[in-house]
């Protein structure tokens, strides 16, 4: 590898497999989803029997296109599709239909939230192999058996150029990429598999290249080259081109092959496929009905609805997150919605580690339990409450009723509970009255037991430094 | 009798279809005991499928009333699927391998009333020009058992010399409808590419195989060719244009007709009887009225063999990658990693031939060589169709020998070379590359063996060598 030509200290490239979230396969109509029992979602195409024949998923196509159109990247005028031949037990023809002189897209480019550009080499379309099932683990099993139920799902795979500089940037940029394709709407945010190989070189090893392969999620590609990072650190002087692999659960790489001489897997043109050409109407009336993405919704958040560019960027870099915003703003005060869906919901989805979808819970239940926020019908200690409770089907308004939730605005009444609390804990008044500032605290928490959280804390504040003087 | 004859008997229950049935199986198995033409012979399917026409033609004739091929037998070369019945292509690699489906033109025949009678002998894959490289019997030539039928499709070409009543699926790579025909004294007609659909083939050479019909007479052929051609949903490569009515032009006179004589084609490496009786065939024509003149062919004739044989081995070493001995055919005793095994079941059940083929096609496709080979070979392809396109502007077909030899011998077979064996196909090759139809027609008998000359034709343009075929023969 030419170094000269890498100013940082750390060039990293990215190879990203990602499924597409079509109904049914690549190359034959079997489903992509649906009977887990292995070998069912199966036919002689996706099993690779004697005499069978490839025929196109157009819709496949389509989500490709989409993704080149919002990659920015030039389309090719023409599909053509390869075979790229290597013996292997999850091949079911032993060579894998996929795109190599002409890809379907290429220089492309993705923009980071820090504003960096990346580059992007190539967009192509391929199938993805059946999968191994090693029953006794990888290492020790004595036999492997094979799935084809995965056999022949539509892929995309999307080369960059070496223009990532650190293990951050490269998770940012999965990110990024996995948030484009949610909004595309062409991934399965929820189940669908993305895979990374990344290319990884540093200054001090003569930016000698490293391959790591096998690494799912963009968590998972921060930790592996960080851990490589610092290898390649320790071990600068010795540092070979070689390929490696990434073990998730040790939490480190190890080599598969070194001194990597290219694998040469002769590619032929598949001619069972012909070339197909990719007509500018087609790519025209996809570009026509692109939905927005990630950076459109920011723009729109920040004019349209006045909220701060931090909390737009939060917002839209979830596609669910953003369309929920989007509703629910048109109900209530956008900063409120805004500072609620942003903090609140995600700290609640953050805990229970779902996503919103998983979570269940709707923007109906949002605004009603935001609306009664607005109005202060309960305060947002309550609120918080309710909405640590929320599922599918929690109606918020009846739940407010049914527990008598509503916030205690009755002066008198709240007087009544401040009498209460201070009579029962003569201690904490004496000792606020000598100087200990946190005993009124005290007696405000008691207070707050008492009416169930439904009195504000600085109401309650007031009421009992009146009394209490 | 005519097929149109036999099929009205058939209709009118003059012939019971299950006797004649049974009848037609046991002259198959006797003839199979002489000259080795199948495979398999289905003998529980062609039964099971007449005795179901029995049933309907007890009941009503109705719905069989315009049923193509009634009662007639139809044999498939062994590498097209049919369902439940063991499709080897020749190879012990798949040997006991019973497709879960019916090849596309399998469907079609058994939806017409042709009744399956078996799978016919062929080199393994489809690679040779004699029939001589098969994993199982190899068939011989029906006019002296010494010689070939040739190849790949010899058991067709034979059993439709042989077989009354019968019209073969044969199927052409480079030349294996034809050459057989050429041999056994038959008319062979390989479509163009994508007229016929390939699914269920089980492919040599994805962008040259071809199934196509053989039969004794060229209206059996035009018959079966109605049947099978036409587009297919499930083969990418199928032309999506309406097929036409093939029969219409058997016996349509050929008075105007321009044939243009490859100059290239005759000659030096051409035996002189062979030469003779395609000049009597080229007399005959005329003699209709065809008006014949001398072409150049430069380009086809002289790379049309290379280029062939890299684009055809090529995509036949990525196609047989599959057979491993994991999911279907032949397998070994499991034991070391996967690659050990794939290679122990790949060299105990692969033929020689196969093996030269897989070795030449992986080198022309290898990073380094591609560009030379590979590459190359596809650039000059499309300069031969440009040749061919060019002279059809003037000629509604080319003519030539079929091959340049009598049926030879088996024992002087095995003296050629692979590389003599390989120059044998120089005319049969070139159509095949360009995806010209072309069709062998019997033109005479030279020392008690036929000769066949090749009609060439502009693509879809199998009307008119039908058209011209139908000159010859009076049966």
Sequence with gaps: ???????????????????????????????????????????????????????????????????????????????????????????????????????????????????????????????????????????????????????????????????????????????????????????????????????????????????????????????????????????????EQETRSWDSERGVTFSLRKKETEEDYGYIIDTDLVAIEIEDKWVSGLRKHMPELAQDKVRKFIDKYKIKKDDAEILASDKQLAEMFEKVAEEIDPLLAAKWIRKELLRVLNYNKKSLTESGITEIQMIDLLKLVERKHITENVASKILEMLSADFDVNKYVKKEGLEAVSDISELEKYCREAIEENPKAVEDYKKGGARALNFIVGAVMRKTKGKATPKEVNEIILKLIK | MSAKNFIDKIKNQEIDIVEHTEKILGECKEINKEYGYFNTISEGLALEQAKEIRKQLKNSSKNLKNKKLLGIAISAKDAICVKGVETTAGSKILQNYKPLFDAFVIQKVKEEGGIIIGKTAQDEFGFGTFSINSAFGIPKNPFDTERSCGGSSGGAAGLSQKLANHIALGESTGGSITTPASFCGVYGLCPTYGRVSRCGLIDFANSLDKIGPMGKT????????????????????????????????????????KIGIIKEAFGSGVEREVEKNVYNGIQELEEEGAKAEEVSLELPIKYGIPTYYMIATSEASTNLAKYCGMRYGAFEKLEGSFNEYFTKVRSNNFGEEVKRRIILGTFARMAGYRDAFYLKAAKVRTLMINEYKKAFRKFDALVSPTISILPPKFSDIEKLSPLQHYMIDVMTVSPNVAGLPHLNVPVGFEKNLPVGMLLIADHLQEGKLIQLGSVFGNE
Aim: charged share 30%; glycine share 6%.
């Design chain 1, 1 to 239: 590898m030419n170094h000269k030509k890498f100013t940082s200290d750390i060039v990293i490239g990215l190879e990203i497999h990602a499924e597409l979230n079509t109904k049914t396969k690549l190359f034959c109509s079997c489903p992509t989803k649906g009977n887990e029992e292995p070998n069912t979602r199966t036919c002689p195409t996706c099993l690779g029997m004697p005499g069978s024949k490839p025929v196109l998923n157009k819709k496949a196509v389509e989500f490709a296109l989409k993704l080149c159109l919002a990659l920015g990247c030039e389309i090719s005028p023409e599909l053509i599709f390869s075979r790229k031949s290597y013996f292997y037990p999850d091949m079911a023809k032993n060579y894998q239909i996929t795109q190599y002189e002409v890809p379907l897209g290429k220089k492309g480019k993705l923009k980071l939230s820090n504003g960096k550009e990346v580059g992007i080499t190539r967009v192509h379309m391929e199938e993805d192999p059946a999968s191994l099932i090693h029953p006794a683990g990888m290492k020790e099993s004595q036999y492997v058996l094979v799935d084809y139920n995965r056999s022949g799902n539509p892929l995309v795979e999307i080369v960059t150029e070496p223009d990532l500089t650190s293990p951050d940037e490269a998770r940012e940029f999965m990110k990024q990429l996995i948030t484009v394709l949610d909004y595309l709407e062409i991934f399965d945010i929820n189940g669908g598999i993305i895979k990374a190989d990344a290319n990884i070189s540093i200054k001090e090893s003569s930016y000698k290249r490293v391959e790591i392969k096998n690494i799912t999620g963009f968590k998972e590609i921060e930790r592996a080259l960080l851990y490589e990072v610092k290898r390649q650190k320790e071990e600068a002087h010795k540092i």
């Design chain 2, 218 to 257: 060229i209206e059996d052929v035009a018959l079966l060719m109605n049947v099978i051609a036409g587009h297919d949903a499930n083969d990418s490569t199928s032309l999506n244009e309406k097929s036409e009515d093939y029969e219409k032009y058997v016996k349509k006179p050929v008075k105007g007709m």
